[in-house]
T-cell receptor, first 112, second 116 residues
Framework: DAKTTQPNSMESNEEEPVHLPCNHS???????IHWYRQLPSQGPEYVIH???SNVNNRMASLAIAEDRKSSTLILHRATLRDAAVYYC?????????????FGTGTRLKVLA | DGGITQSPKYLFRKEGQNVTLSCEQN?????MYWYRQDPGQGLRLIYY???????QKGDIAEGYSVSREKKESFPLTVTSAQKNPTAFYLC???????????????FGQGTRLTVV
């Protein structure tokens, strides 16, 4: 089954850019790449998604490799509020709806 | 404000008891999901429903049951058959395929279930 692979943890200094990598070598053509983040004892929060092209929104940027087997979430200026577990997820069409396939996530620590 | 609400936030269960976790959404989403999260791990799919009166097993459905009598509600029952129920449970909703609207899933704040 498709899955995503991420580093267990990363550290960044406040106000510096952060690049969070994700490998999804078994991605299929109809899978969208989603990123969510989760604060302690809360539900995951949507960050960004893409299919083939790089994407920008007010929270972050998403860079997708040309072969789609990897992607990178970019936080342009990390703040203390960005400390969370970041999940790279494949959203797959499944039986009339979607299946969201989670990996184990990257715990981001932001240093003041 | 639209959103998805889970209750209770904390729940304690005695051995052999069934407990029901509530999930309500007012986002007009057709699809709803239940996930289980264990410490240090990602989310695993328990059940999902794409429409009222229809639901399907996910990857770890054994020991759980659900119902979908209303579009807004998707309660999860953790039965006594679930041998290791202590976990963080998350409910989510999204538009179904072909529906209008955004692509992301919205998650509730979770219910932490502990067996005592």
């Amino acid at each position: 089954d498709a899955k995503t692979t991420q580093p267990n943890s990363m550290e960044s200094n406040e106000e510096e850019p952060v690049h969070l990598p994700c490998n999804h070598s078994t991605i299929s053509g109809t899978d969208y790449i989603h990123w969510y983040r989760q604060l302690p004892s809360q539900g995951p929060e949507y960050v960004i998604h893409g299919l083939t092209s790089n994407v920008n929104n007010r929270m972050a940027s998403l860079a997708i490799a040309e072969d789609r087997k990897s992607s990178t979430l970019i936080l342009h200026r990390a703040t203390l509020r960005d400390a969370a577990v970041y999940y790279c997820i494949l959203r797959r069409p499944f039986s009339g709806t979607y299946k969201y396939i989670f990996g184990t996530g990257t715990r981001l620590k932001v240093l003041a | 404000d639209g959103g998805i609400t889970q209750s209770p936030k904390y729940l304690f269960r005695k051995e052999g008891q069934n407990v029901t976790l509530s999930c309500e959404q007012n986002l007009n989403h057709d699809a709803m999901y239940w996930y289980r999260q264990d410490p240090g791990q990602g989310l695993r799919l328990i059940y999902y429903s794409q429409i009222v009166n229809d639901f399907q097993k996910g990857d770890i459905a054994e020991g759980y049951s659900v119902s979908r009598e209303k579009k807004e509600s998707f309660p999860l029952t953790v039965t006594s058959a679930q041998k290791n129920p202590t976990a963080f449970y998350l409910c989510a909703s999204s538009y179904s395929r072909g529906g209008a609207g955004g692509t992301e899933a919205f998650f509730g704040q979770g219910t932490r279930l502990t067996v005592v």
